[in-house]
């Protein structure tokens, strides 16, 4: 069954560097999203992607955070000059459609620190 | 702005015991609801979809209903099993209101279910 993938599984890294997390999402879906979730707390929604674009950001999607599908496969996340606050657990999703039978699958997740 | 709320926060029960989770939402307007399974440290396993215009939907021993019009949805478990063991999420999504939303999913905190042999 397809599934979406997601490198690095874990990521350390210092405060203020910029780090790039990687999603490949399933092959034929055409949305693409990246939430997150902070230890012990709900996963939030961070921005979805359609069309080469976004779509839809949060409060939490700042100018330090930009998102990018460079060669047609891969989509990912960059944070430009990490926080200690951006420490969570990453998660790529992505969906075929925006029927309302369409499920969205998830990928298994990056888990970031920045120390 | 949508609310999601899960209750019971954690749950033990013996091994083949049936049980219920329960998700209710403050925006009835809702698309659809999913109940995902996330195992310690893991990604989401989606387990169930319910359209806003169904009642409920079953896979194997899960079954999911909904009532759109009191904003609740239920997860129910038959014979409980070791491996059954995970936090258990329900996530609403948003109709789509001129375009203005494409798919994003708003989750509930999540049930901590252990089933011990």
């Known amino acids: 069954e397809p599934e979406v993938t997601q490198t690095p599984s874990h990521q350390v890294t210092q405060m203020g560097q910029e780090v790039i997390l990687r999603c490949v999402p399933i092959?034929?879906?055409?949305?693409f999203y990246w939430y997150r979730q902070i230890l012990g707390q709900k996963v939030e929604f961070l921005v979805s992607?359609?069309?080469?674009?976004?779509?839809?950001k949060s409060e939490i999607f700042d100018d330090q955070f930009s998102v990018e599908r460079p060669d047609g496969s891969n989509f990912t996340l960059k944070i430009r000059s990490t926080k200690l606050e951006d420490s969570a657990m990453y998660f790529c999703?992505?969906?075929?459609?925006?029927?309302?039978?369409?499920?969205?699958?998830f990928g298994p997740g990056t888990r970031l620190l920045v120390l | 702005k949508q609310e999601v709320t899960q209750i019971p926060a954690a749950l033990s029960v013996p091994e083949g015991e049936n049980l219920v989770l329960n998700c209710s939402f403050t925006?009835?307007?809702?698309?659809?609801l999913q109940w995902f399974r996330q195992d310690p440290g893991k990604g989401l396993t989606s387990l169930l979809l319910?359209?806003?215009?169904?009642r409920e939907q079953t896979s194997g021993r899960l079954n999911a209903s909904l009532d759109k019009s009191s904003g609740r949805s239920t997860l129910y478990i038959a014979a409980s099993q070791p491996g059954d063991s995970a936090t258990y999420l329900c996530?609403?999504?948003?109709?789509?209101?001129?375009?203005?939303?494409?798919?994003?999913?708003?989750f509930g905190q999540g049930t901590i279910l252990t089933v011990h042999p």
């Open positions: 925006d009835s307007a809702i698309y659809n």
């Open positions: 996530a609403v999504r948003p109709p789509e209101a001129g375009g203005t939303s494409y798919g994003k999913l708003t």
């Open positions: 999703a992505s969906r075929r459609g925006l029927a309302p039978r369409e499920t969205q699958y």
């Open positions: 092959s034929n879906h055409l949305y």
């Open positions: 319910i359209q806003s215009s169904q």
């Open positions: 992607f359609y069309n080469n674009e976004i779509s839809e």
